[in-house]
């Protein structure tokens, strides 16, 4: 029997000869390297092949911990008879989404446009000259409940190619049109703060009183929705948007979409109340989440919030690292085959685990002794429970008649008790490949919660990841690789990699103050800008301007799962112009606000990464100049004045005392003439290239930039 790589797909195995797969270094391939599927990996080996043979190409596209990626395959491509059908009618490619992302987005716009939606595992069949013609998500092995099964599809498909060929042009040339004027973007005004009140009063609409979040089932956490929430309570004092980014907080680390013996969050919620969830656990929702959850405690100073930020980064440290210092992409939400058996808990197991302790905690996590979770796949209780608070430690509610601090610590106290006993469990499987993009929001979520917590050792693993980024996933040209893994870096950077990792590069320069960060950042930006920018119609391409495998070079301008990369382009681009005063930072900044704000006006809430880049240009914002001996407690209280309050519009940069001229000076170019004043470390506030009477003393500091705040209003 085959090895499994890397864990492989949950479920039974087939004794086979490897296909083509087994040459590829993904884990979502290897997963189907032993499927009689003749699998070809993306590349022009496979399009040569089916215009040779005049086949259509079946593209499969998932991702290594998608649970119905995994159910298809198990079906279907593990299936003889299948098989045969695909290698007869097809020259079938598959594609690691999280490898090939531009791919990925290509396509999943296709199956939007042609069935108003999308998801994986996603299925495309196209002509060999990469033109789709057919999409679908999940396509069951046989016809069921009005759904096609591949033993019907692919015949039906295979006679249309050989005998209405003009049929599938004209859905070509259809889609390929309907493609091409979707990515045409027009210049227009770049926003007003109507913008900003638009989004607001949308989503205020769309808000769940009940439960937090934005829609209805399934619930997904979209974390620059929240952080967009914040910022417009920081311009307007809005009470309800802060109150709603709390409720929705405070709703998902309650709710089961939590995990609350391992830490960190689980894909979405399956349900409206955040209960049920779907249970793998992806980096970049725990990146984007301890951002705003340190957000949120910086704004709220709510202590649960920091807790729920320091758990998550428990998670990632703990299990998700890398031995070189980066970060693994994902975790499974299968274990032994069966979806968030890791997981569930039956109430006789909590019983037996904590014995005397048991009560307490089983009424505290809603625990049930029939169970409290339905299966997706049966809709079956089956015993097991999903772990949810029902009233979290810190907020009102029932006690048990004990002291919060006794409840609290025999709580966290039965957590790590079945902490101890799920670790004797058959895990998820992970993927460990690294990303430098999602390791890019990984950096900057490390680096804001060591600036908020004060905790050394965030600041060691931002610093081993963006070295590790730098050192690995760099070129020498200065072009980013996207992937890493079986030691060797590979695949070429796409949008996000540059996006994301010099918004983490500009978040660890704050926290470090060492300019060879800033530096490297403002080098990422000018690759980026010189080899992705859509000089005519403005906005940045997912891909590289040599990449020649793509049928259509697309932009990323509004939220997914992921914030726009325009819109995190935008934001660095203004803190760069903040931190060098250069104008063509700025400029270019306005001309993508002109690119995206047509867009958003058709749905703000579409768009809150943008609208809180849009946010951050329209003012104020402020630069903070520290003047001072690195390490010094003058120098550490004037930085940790910032640090401990929520100022989203100011960026912070360090000079060291003395006539210099040192390294930030050369990079900055405004700092060379700031001095310490009277031997004591100095602030200096800046805002429209205007720098205020330096200070010395922390709380005169900050009343300096609630008066730049507050001149605003």
Same mark, same amino acid.
């Given at each position: ?94 594609? @690691? ?362 600041? @060691? ?75 005519? @119609? ?120 003395? @006539? ?54």
């Amino acid at each position: 029997m085959p090895p499994r790589e890397n864990g492989g797909p949950a479920g039974r195995e087939v004794s086979r000869n490897p296909n083509r797969l087994i040459r590829e270094t993904s884990p979502y391939l290897l997963q189907h390297a032993y499927n009689p599927v003749d699998w070809y990996p993306w590349g022009e080996e496979a399009f040569q092949t089916a215009r040779k043979l005049d086949r259509p190409v079946f593209l499969s596209i998932g991702y290594s911990t998608c649970h119905w990626c995994h159910v298809m395959a198990h079906e279907s491509f593990e299936d003889d008879e299948v098989a045969a059908l695909l290698n007869q009618a097809f020259i079938c490619i598959k594609v @690691d989404r999280e490898e090939r992302p531009d791919i990925d987005a290509l396509y999943l716009s296709v199956a939007q446009a042609l069935t108003g939606s999308g998801g994986w595992p996603l299925t495309i069949m196209m002509t060999p000259d990469r033109e789709p013609f057919f999409a679908a998500t999940y396509i069951p092995k046989t016809s069921r409940f009005g759904s096609t099964g591949l033993l019907d599809l692919i015949p039906g498909i295979e006679t249309i190619w050989k005998s209405r060929r003009p049929d599938i042009r004209k859905t070509v040339e259809t889609i390929t049109r309907t493609l091409s004027q979707g990515q045409r973007t027009m210049m227009g005004s770049p926003g007003t703060e109507l913008l900003l009140h638009a989004a607001y009063h949308e989503l205020a609409r769309r808000f769940d009183p009940a439960s937090g979040g934005f829609s209805r089932a399934p619930k997904f956490p979209m974390p620059h929705t929240i952080s967009f929430l914040l910022r417009y309570w920081n311009r307007t004092g809005e009470v309800n948007a802060l109150e709603m980014a709390r409720k929705t907080l405070m709703a998902m680390s309650d709710g089961g979409i939590y995990d609350h013996i391992g830490y960190g969050f689980h894909r979405y919620s399956t349900d409206s109340g955040w209960l049920v969830p779907h249970f793998e656990k992806m980096l970049y929702d725990q990146a984007l989440l301890i951002m705003v959850y340190t957000d949120a405690y910086l704004a709220t100073g709510t202590g649960s919030f920091r807790t729920t930020a320091e758990e998550c980064l428990t998670y990632l440290l703990r299990d998700m690292r890398d031995h070189q210092g980066g970060f693994y992409s994902a975790q499974d939400a299968d274990s032994e085959g069966i979806e968030g058996k890791f997981y569930l808990w039956k109430n006789r197991e909590i019983e037996e685990a904590l014995g005397d302790e048991a009560p307490l905690f089983i009424g505290a996590y809603q625990v049930q002794p029939g169970g409290n979770f339905h299966s997706q796949d049966t809709g079956q209780r089956n015993g097991e429970n999903i772990l949810h608070l029902a009233v979290a430690p810190g907020r009102s509610g029932p006690r048990n008649h004990l002291p919060e601090e006794e409840y609290r610590a025999r709580l966290s106290h039965a957590r790590q008790r079945l902490f101890a006993v799920r670790k004797n469990r058959v895990p998820p499987q992970k993927d460990d490949k690294v990303l430098t993009d999602w390791n890019g929001l990984v950096i900057s979520a490390l680096s804001r919660a060591a600036r908020a917590f004060g905790d050394d050792q965030y600041l @060691d693993a931002a610093t081993r990841a963006a070295d590790f980024i730098l050192g690995t996933m760099r070129s020498g040209t200065g072009e980013l690789f996207h992937r890493y893994r079986r030691g060797k870096p590979g695949i070429r950077g796409v949008a996000s990699d540059y996006a994301y990792f010099c918004a983490g590069l500009l978040d660890l320069y704050e926290l470090t103050f060492l300019p060879g960060y800033l530096e490297a950042a403002i080098a990422i930006e000018a690759y980026f800008t010189l080899h992705f920018l859509d000089r005519r @119609d403005g906005g940045y391409f997912n891909s590289h301007e040599d990449e020649t495998d793509l049928i259509i070079r697309q932009k990323d301008m509004d939220d997914g799962a992921l914030p726009s990369v325009n819109a995190v382009a935008m934001n660095n681009l203004l803190r760069l112009g903040l931190m060098t005063i250069s104008p063509d930072y700025h400029a270019r900044a306005w001309d993508l606000a002109g690119t995206i704000s047509p867009l958003a006006e058709q749905s703000p809430a579409g768009y809150t990464a943008f609208l809180s880049s849009l946010d951050f240009a329209l003012g104020p914002s402020s630069s903070v100049v520290i003047v001072g001996r690195p390490g010094a407690p003058d120098t550490d209280s004037l930085k940790d004045a910032i640090n401990s309050r929520y100022f989203p519009s100011v960026v912070l940069l360090h000079r060291p005392a003395g @006539d210099g001229p040192f390294e930030i000076d050369r990079i900055s170019g405004f700092t060379e003439e700031m001095k310490e004043k009277d031997g004591k470390a100095t602030a200096y506030v800046c805002k429209n290239q205007q720098c205020s009477y330096p200070v010395t003393g922390p709380e005169t500091m900050v009343e300096e930039l609630k008066k730049t705040k507050s001149s605003s209003d």
